[in-house]
């Protein structure tokens, strides 16, 4: 896995009533600080990619749908340097993904409905703060397939 990224399974909690889903609490090794929560929705086969911030960190979680979310590491320093890691997260596999500031990143909705994705994030939105690419910009070694 590229360096800095974790993946945690979340909790459950499910009844006859509905459930709840934990994503993130401020006891957590992986909690930084609060910027802001933001969700996306994500369209079938639609893809949002991709983004680079320079010193947001991202916690997300897939409530509802499911997605394809891809990481690529272009930092010089890393040990990771050059690794593309793809997970598909949401219904099936409920999960946090921390994705740290530096590293590309993206996800297709890959669900016959509307995805959610939910962004607990370390900053407040600033589009100062963030690089994009083109989701088929070539200087990422990626081809987000259907």
């Known amino acids: 896995m590229i360096k800095g990224v974790s993946v945690t399974p979340l909790k459950q909690i499910e009844d006859a009533r509905g459930k709840v889903m934990h994503m993130l609490r401020c006891d ?6 609060f910027g802001e929560v933001y969700f996306s929705v994500v369209n079938p086969g639609a893809v949002k990619a991709w983004k680079l911030h320079k010193k947001m960190a991202l916690n997300l979680a897939v409530p509802f749908g499911r997605v394809r979310l891809v990481i690529y590491d272009e930092r010089a320093d890393s040990p990771t340097n050059g690794r593309v890691d793809e997970f598909e997260i949401g219904n099936g596999n409920y999960c946090l993904v ?14 016959e409905g509307i995805t959610i ?5 370390s900053e407040m939105h600033d ?20």
């Open 98 to 111: 921390h994705v740290p500031p530096l590293l590309w990143s993206g996800f297709m909705g890959i669900s």
């Open 127 to 146: 589009p100062a703060e963030a690089d994009q690419l083109s989701h088929d910009d070539t200087r990422i070694p990626y081809r987000w397939a259907q």
């Open 28 to 33: 957590s090794p992986l909690f930084e600080r």
């Open 117 to 121: 994705v939910a962004n607990c994030a």
